[in-house]
């Protein structure tokens, strides 16, 4: 039954019973709706993350039979564990989902590992963080758990760049070295624009509407996404997002960065620039270097669609490899 479900929701004849739904096309949307159609045909209450961490028929059967719930105080969440090289940890845009990088295992080179990292709060009620440095530090000691000591690569998307630079600029002062922070389409708030940020910041219905833009489903259509997550995600579930992108909105609007010491690997969401708007050069006081930029021609919300996430990869996978010539 499940690899009948497989196949249908990746529009296929058939799937095995080791395939893996990435592998075969399957993305965050696609993960969404099967998670959808497992529970309302096997009456199984299987999780996203369950399904990223087993990601095939024979895996999602053995997590169904071990009648074992994921550990609720992890957040991170292993798109590709394996990998002969160090990782990549990629930071959570605002509603606190790291499903938006799910694609970039096909795009980034094998010998990369590349691990999510989610908010806290998305699976319990447990506190918030009060402060982007608070949050910066748990996160750190969460990939020191797989990656001991440096050199770190960091990727942050929207608010996860604000938060992977002042993760880049804590492991500096603890000795450890960061070899690649790279950011997607996020930019710091003016320092003497704070209250302006502040009172700027959208209310609770908007941040409702869109929703299905921030957990990192990039839009193939808006009515598919939103369809998606009507059938996948609970109403706690969907309260319990708004509650940490709130959270993570208010904290993002006017945080001061600190200068980290090192360059910034930059990538501009063209589609959505305004005249007039802060540009990758806005990052230039927070860094002792420079700041490269590569124009991506999709929406801030799209910058993880396929074309989008190739273009990203290309560009961290020659910086990786340069890292790696030097180490």
């Known amino acids: 039954t499940l690899a009948a479900l497989f196949a249908d929701v990746l529009d296929l004849e058939r799937v095995g019973v080791d395939d893996n739904f990435f592998e075969l096309g399957g993305h965050s949307l696609l993960a969404t709706r099967l998670v959808s159609r497992i529970r309302s045909g096997l009456g199984v209450e299987l999780s ?4 990223f961490e087993n990601p095939t028929v024979a895996g999602v059967a ?17 798109i590709r564990g394996k990998g002969s090289r160090a990782p990549i ?15 970039f295992a096909q795009y980034l080179p094998a010998e990369y590992p590349i691990y999510g990292i989610e908010a806290r709060g998305l699976r319990n009620e447990e506190p918030l963080p009060t402060d982007v440095a608070v949050m910066a530090a748990d996160y750190i000691e969460q990939i020191r ?12 998307w929207s608010f ?14 603890s000795g450890e070295e960061v070899s690649i922070l790279a950011l997607m389409d996020t930019y710091p708030a003016p320092e003497d624009d ?3 940020a502040r009172n700027s910041m959208p ?25 998606a997550i009507a059938h996948s995600l609970t109403d706690r579930d969907i309260d ?20 980290f010491d090192g360059d910034i690997l930059f990538f501009t969401a063209t589609l959505s620039k305004q005249e007039g708007g802060p540009s990758p050069d806005s990052w230039l006081p927070y860094v002792t270097g420079s700041v490269e930029n590569h124009d991506v021609p999709a929406d801030h919300a799209e910058m993880n669609a396929p074309s989008s996430a190739a273009a990203i990869c290309h560009a961290l996978a020659q910086k990786m490899r340069e890292g790696d010539s030097l180490t």
């Open 89 to 103: 940890f990629c930071i959570h845009p605002g509603a606190g989902f790291s499903w938006g990088y799910l694609g």
């Open 203 to 227: 209310d609770e219905a908007t941040l409702r509407e869109n929703l299905y833009t921030e957990i990192g489903l990039y839009k193939q259509s808006s009515e598919a996404a939103e369809a």
């Open 145 to 156: 758990s797989v990656q001991k000591e440096g050199p770190y690569q960091l990727l942050g």
């Open 62 to 78: 053995a997590a169904m039979d071990s009648s074992r719930e994921h550990d609720r105080e992890s957040i991170i969440l292993p």
């Open 240 to 259: 319990a997002i708004l509650r940490v992108l709130i959270n993570n909105t208010r904290l993002m609007e006017g945080f001061p960065p600190r200068k």
């Open 194 to 196: 704070v209250a302006e």
């Open 48 to 51: 996203i993350r369950a399904l």
């Open 160 to 173: 996860g760049g604000i938060v992977a630079h002042e993760m880049a600029v804590q492991l500096q002062e």
